[in-house]
């Protein structure tokens, strides 16, 4: 009898997943459509920036043209949907949490927005034509004939600019579970040198095997970590005040 009741709450909460999920999907598939929209002005203006001239894109498939608008879209979707994404995580997860930390973390959203904002403009104003122009001295010193395909640009593009942009959500990601007191300044701190090898490593893995790319996204990502330690202790020192106000109103009542 004492089984079917925690039965009953683990499907009703497999159930209010599923829905937030199908939310997300929703709004996903929407911002794609918009996207499709929007896709050719993007393209234009990317096609036309600095760094892509000098040399001409080449279709070689007929798919090319329908795939980079695709993932242009995809990126454009991704922009707008990621508050509600991680608005409808924290509503899913709000029911665990006290009143003060689900209206704390609420207020969080709307930076999600503008740091993914942030880190799509260094991303890619910054770290890619660096890393293009990199890439391109290479192959030119090689005594190599250039010909670049409209889809592996759009994809060497996409596969710097949305990690980076991701990567840079990661003080409000600390913020957020200093604030459910799961990560606090000391644990951080003590954790900073595995923090740092995976954070190289991250560098690595999503930027060209080219030392200046390399540096060029581990020195910000380094910064986001020791900001977001910051900002942890600036969370974790609010919490402690707070928890000795109540322990001192509970002896004033004894």
Do not use: C
Not at 90 to 102: D, K, N, T
């Amino acid at each position: 009898m004492t089984l079917e009741p925690e039965e009953m709450s683990v499907v009703e909460h497999l159930t209010e997943l599923r829905r937030r999920i199908i939310y997300v999907l929703i709004v996903f598939v929407v911002g794609l459509i918009g996207g499709l929209f929007v896709a050719k002005p993007i393209y234009l203006y990317l096609i036309h920036a600095d760094h892509a001239q000098g040399f001409v894109l080449h279709a070689f498939s007929f798919w090319d043209g329908i795939g980079m608008y695709m993932k242009i879209a995809m990126a454009v979707s991704l922009t707008v949907s990621l508050p509600f994404i991680v608005y409808q995580l924290w509503a899913f997860i709000s029911p665990g949490l006290r009143q003060v930390e689900r209206s704390a973390a609420l207020r969080y959203v709307p930076y999600v927005f503008i740091l993914f904002l942030l880190g799509i403009a260094f991303a890619y104003y910054i770290v890619f034509p660096m890393a293009l122009s990199f890439t391109i001295s290479i192959t030119r010193g090689m005594g190599l004939e250039e010909t670049y395909g409209i889809a592996q640009y759009f994809s060497f593009m996409f596969s710097l600019v949305i990690p980076l942009a991701l990567l840079f959500e990661l003080p409000l990601l600390v913020m957020f579970l200093t604030k459910l007191r799961i990560l606090n300044p000391l644990r951080l701190r003590k954790m900073r040198r595995y923090a740092y090898f995976a954070l190289v490593f991250i560098a690595v893995v999503i930027t060209p095997p080219d030392f200046i790319s390399d540096f060029l996204v581990t020195i910000p990502l380094l910064v986001l970590y020791e900001f977001s330690v910051f900002l942890s202790a600036f969370v974790y020192r609010k919490q402690l005040a707070m928890d000795n106000e109540r322990e001192a109103r509970y002896v004033r009542k004894e």
